[in-house]
């Protein structure tokens, strides 16, 4: 797929796996557009990636339907309709079922999921009317296999799935592609650091997804198929 000129739309970019993924595409041609809600973090990201007139900044908080809305239609009036989006924006709570309060249920619910809808919602109408578009879902494999201690994460991030798979099915005629990248461990700050310490050693690392990432953008060229979901394990498995 030729990136030059095309729009996507990163959400948080701000580190580990949106990072990385900004940093596989940032020769590639594409306005990368990248959001965080976290401000001061999503602008010292900017400043790692390079002087770049390519990539635009915008910090957003997607669990904000307003927040969500109005930044789409800030990127669209600069910049055009988005043509990739890659809801990697995500919050990681363990806790047992028991220990886990409204909370937490809420953080996860809303980043995860609703953040993932609200963002998908944005785009689609403009994929919809230029028959072509691609969303990538950086999920978990939780999805596919039960571990304890994340149950209301799991639900969060089976969500998405399940909405993605339906959603695939009403879109695949109208040339809007929906892949899911369901990985497992990666090295970053959505775990403890002294589960990093005991455990980085075994996991796989945010430029592996990324890498992941630009094979999927770059094989959904081909019109006659589409990658539906990839699963990414550490070599040594599931930790």
Known sequence: MNLAGKNIWITGASRGIGLSIARELIDSGANLILSSRKTNTIN????????NSL???YPCD???PDDAFATYDKVAAKLGKID?????????????FEETSLQDFEELTNVNFRGAFLCTKSVLPGMIESERGLIINILSVVVRKTFLNCSVYSASK????????????EVRGK??????IIPGAVETDVWEGHVRAEYGDR??????????VASVIEMSGNDTMMIEDI????QSGDL
């Open 44 to 51: 010292d990201s900017y400043k790692l990636l390079g002087t």
């Open 55 to 57: 990539v635009h900044i």
């Open 62 to 64: 997607i669990s904000s």
């Open 84 to 96: 990739i989006l890659i809801n990697n924006a995500g919050v990681g709570i363990f806790k047992s």
């Open 158 to 169: 089976s969500a998405v799935f399940a909405m993605s798979q339906a959603l695939r099915e």
């Open 175 to 180: 040339g809007i592609k929906i892949v899911n």
């Open 203 to 212: 996991m796989m690392q945010p430029e592996d997804v990324a890498g992941a």
């Open 231 to 234: 699963t990414l394990r550490p």
